[in-house]
């Protein structure tokens, strides 16, 4: 049954009952990416200089923990020695204009205030300081996009003290992903590992350089794996995180989580304000992934459906059948319930419905949001996607092309 027009707002409005407000805080759409992640690129301008540590939200550092019998006490001091040359201080600059509100040009004002009035607008330097970590020995740097906002050229610090100028190749604001280069040879660089492995309880260690402290390290655990960006806190991504309990403070942005081998397995990018001990990384397979594209064209393509969607629940679907104002009747307990059709996507050109259940993509079962995006991401722009979905009762079968996601909504 497809919804009559006014029944698809009341549907989506998300101020009249607390499954609406649910429904809006798993959205596909991504709607903006100019958010800057909590916990990574630490300012210096004036007002940042002036914050007190406790700003800063450094959070108590949980013990790391305690070795099994025939490990070697010195693994991490191994991995540190092998890894620390090819992590990398990035420190940027941008020039940001302070605008004069049109209301200060109203001649009632600056007769009163006369030449103390600000007329016209100011320009101030913002700096700011990552991390990152070298990929090869011919100077590709794997850092966050949020680190190189708003420049073209940053100033790379190795370990051993020399400096150059890089140049960002590209970068992808979904998934804060960046791409430095250096002109030098012979760097040391990086081992990569396999992130789609990692398993809660493995030994996680961090390297970078949070809040101007050069070369730190700080050890813990995977705490957990395939966190969502709306469990982050950080709904405009594109990417599904690692949770650690090592130290992530600003300014580790960037930087390598390694494994016990001393293999990347991810880029720490996130701190939660107030949290205990929490931190949050990219897959190092989801960051490679973006990262040849962007060495390879400068920029990313992000298959894009186009839909709006929650994950089904026997509490969700109570809470929308007896809401009369939803326009829907759910019959079904499981699967992934399409909230909204973006017009003109390619969703909608397929023929999706708000009220579709899609309970299966190209033969495979789903039962969450997630699971749908990361079909979604892992596919490519104009290769068909086959969705099994519910209708009305009955069981069909469409298939969708996806398209590149929309530059307006990044």
Known sequence: MENQPSNKQNFTDTTTSPWKKRLASLSLILLGSGMTLAGGYIGN??????KKASDFAVSRVNAA???PANADPNFITQVVQKVGPAVVRIDSSRTVQSRVPDEFNDPFFRRFFGSEFPVTPRNRVERGTGSGFILDGDGRILTNAHVVDGTNTVKVTLKDGRSFQGKVLGKDELTDVAVIKIEAKNLPKVSIGNSDQLQ?????IAIGNPLGLDNTVTTGIISATGRSSNQVGVPDKRVEFIQTDAAINPGNSGGPLLNARGEVIGMNTAIIQ????????????????????LIATGKVQHPYLGIQMVGLTPELKQNINSDPNSGLTV????GVLIVKVMPKSPAAKAGLRA?????GINGSPVTDASSVQKAVENTQVGRNLSLQLRRNGQNIQVSV?????PAQLQ
């Open 401 to 405: 092309s996806p398209g590149a996601f």
């Open 355 to 359: 009220g579709d259940i899609i309970q």
């Open 274 to 293: 107030r949290a205990q001990g929490l931190g949050f990384a990219i897959p190092i397979n989801t960051a490679q992934r973006i990262s040849n594209q």
């Open 65 to 67: 923990p305690v070795l």
């Open 45 to 50: 301008n004036h007002q940042q200089m002036s």
């Open 200 to 204: 809660a309880g493995q030994w996680a």
């Open 331 to 334: 019959t079904e307990d499981k």
